[in-house]
């Protein structure tokens, strides 16, 4: 009797064991998602595991370039990339980025119509906006004399080991640039020698090369000014009274971040309901608190805090963006770039 009950009871544990099993491959789907640091209500992704039983694994990079290389190298498989326009369009024209199918992202509807087909996606067929902003400085009001204006805060003296620098290629090299009159995007290879020279000129007075810890350093105090992104300098302002930003009056970078699926995936169904979810009014009025960029949907607008609307970092105005222009794909020529910033730093 006895070996009959343990018989009975073996049976039954193996058959749920089996059913247990069987029931959590049914749809395990795995999304592998790459983006920036910082760059997403973390809250988000666990929402959307939840409600569609989706798996997310979540990756992120610092610049443009080291998400180039992660994807060309094929460690991962990834489903969605969220990044900026210059290296989308690269992989656009490398072959490398699916078309999406908007009949899945019917969100995609309240995504501003001067975003939808842009310079890195002329046929607006590949991407879907997430995010917008500038390239500015952002500086401490307690430390800075005045109200600077120019790209030469980067360069001043009086501000010695108190400068934070990008440690993004594009970026720091477009400072210079502009600084010398010169177009973010020239391959001229005078001009950008003379960026170069103008970059290693600066770096006794550099206190750091770095990218995500700007805008803590700047928070805390650590430094003076700081070349920044708007949205980083949104929320550096919104923890420290003391600090404010500005775009230089000889121009500077106007991005777009976008999502987008590359021909790696094995889900794509499941990253455009990713992308649909993200561009939820809600949830992108949940991420706009959190990452404080720039927003391109027309109904979340409505609704964002007024005093953002206040701040040049959040909302341009049209004399700032008339002075601004967009990273573009260099093709072969990036590599003259890679050469340049790999000089500055070694230097």
């Given at each position: 009797?006895?070996k009959?009950?343990?018989?009975?009871?073996?049976?039954?544990?193996?058959?749920?064991?089996?059913?247990?099993?069987?029931?959590?491959?049914?749809?395990?789907?795995?999304?592998?998602?790459?983006?920036?640091?910082e760059?997403?209500?973390?809250?988000?992704?666990?929402?959307?595991?939840?409600?569609?039983?989706?798996?997310?694994?979540?990756?992120?990079?610092?610049?443009?370039?080291?998400?180039?290389?992660?994807?060309?190298?094929?460690?991962?498989?990834?489903?969605?990339?969220?990044?900026?326009?210059?290296?989308?369009?690269?992989?656009?024209?490398?072959?490398w980025?699916?078309?999406?199918?908007?009949?899945?992202?019917?969100?995609?509807?309240?995504?501003?119509?001067?975003?939808?087909?842009?310079?890195?996606?002329?046929?607006?067929?590949?991407?879907?906006?997430?995010?917008?902003?500038?390239?500015?400085?952002?500086?401490?009001?307690?430390?800075?004399?005045?109200?600077?204006?120019s790209?030469?805060?980067?360069?001043?003296?009086?501000?010695?080991?108190?400068?934070?620098?990008?440690?993004?290629?594009?970026d720091?090299?477009?400072?210079?640039?502009?600084?010398?009159?010169?177009?973010?995007?020239?391959?001229?290879?005078?001009?950008?020698?003379?960026?170069k020279?103008?970059?290693?000129?600066?770096?006794?007075?550099?206190?750091?090369?770095?990218?995500?810890?700007?805008?803590?350093?700047?928070?805390?105090?650590?430094?003076?000014?700081?070349?920044?992104?708007?949205?980083?300098?949104?929320?550096?302002m919104?923890?420290?009274?003391?600090?404010?930003?500005?775009?230089?009056?000889?121009?500077?970078?106007?991005?777009?971040?976008?999502?987008?699926?590359?021909?790696?995936?094995?889900?794509?169904?499941?990253?455009e309901?990713?992308?649909?979810?993200l561009?939820?009014?809600?949830?992108?009025?949940?991420?706009?608190?959190?990452?404080?960029?720039?927003?391109?949907h027309?109904?979340?607008?409505?609704?964002?805090?007024?005093?953002l609307?206040?701040?040049?970092?959040?909302?341009?105005?049209?004399?700032?963006?008339?002075?601004?222009?967009?990273?573009?794909?260099?093709?072969?020529?990036?590599?003259?770039?890679?050469?340049?910033w790999?000089?500055?730093?070694?230097?």
């Amino acid at each position: 009797m006895k070996k009959s009950i343990l018989t009975v009871t073996i049976v039954i544990v193996l058959l749920l064991a089996f059913v247990g099993c069987s029931g959590e491959n049914k749809d395990s789907v795995v999304l592998n998602v790459l983006n920036y640091g910082e760059y997403i209500d973390m809250d988000l992704l666990d929402e959307f595991e939840n409600t569609y039983d989706v798996k997310i694994n979540y990756e992120i990079y610092p610049t443009p370039e080291d998400m180039y290389t992660k994807v060309k190298s094929g460690a991962t498989n990834f489903d969605l990339i969220i990044s900026s326009d210059y290296m989308i369009e690269r992989l656009i024209n490398e072959g490398w980025v699916e078309e999406l199918d908007y009949d899945n992202i019917p969100n995609y509807q309240y995504i501003d119509e001067d975003f939808k087909k842009t310079a890195y996606d002329p046929e607006g067929k590949y991407t879907v906006p997430y995010f917008w902003g500038t390239l500015g400085i952002l500086y401490d009001t307690t430390k800075v004399q005045g109200t600077p204006t120019s790209w030469d805060l980067l360069w001043d003296d009086n501000y010695s080991g108190q400068i934070l620098m990008m440690d993004s290629q594009r970026d720091s090299l477009g400072a210079a640039l502009k600084k010398l009159g010169y177009s973010l995007n020239t391959t001229n290879e005078s001009e950008l020698e003379e960026a170069k020279q103008l970059l290693i000129q600066q770096k006794p007075l550099v206190l750091a090369y770095v990218v995500d810890e700007v805008r803590d350093m700047m928070i805390g105090g650590e430094a003076a000014v700081a070349l920044l992104w708007s949205g980083e300098a949104v929320a550096a302002m919104g923890e420290n009274e003391n600090l404010a930003y500005y775009v230089p009056e000889e121009g500077s970078n106007v991005w777009v971040d976008a999502m987008f699926i590359p021909n790696t995936t094995t889900n794509k169904k499941e990253a455009e309901m990713f992308i649909n979810f993200l561009t939820d009014k809600d949830n992108t009025l949940r991420n706009i608190d959190y990452v404080w960029y720039s927003t391109v949907h027309t109904e979340a607008i409505n609704e964002v805090e007024e005093f953002l609307f206040d701040n040049p970092g959040f909302n341009p105005s049209d004399d700032i963006l008339d002075r601004t222009e967009m990273f573009r794909d260099l093709g072969d020529s990036l590599q003259l770039y890679y050469r340049i910033w790999t000089e500055v730093l070694a230097n």
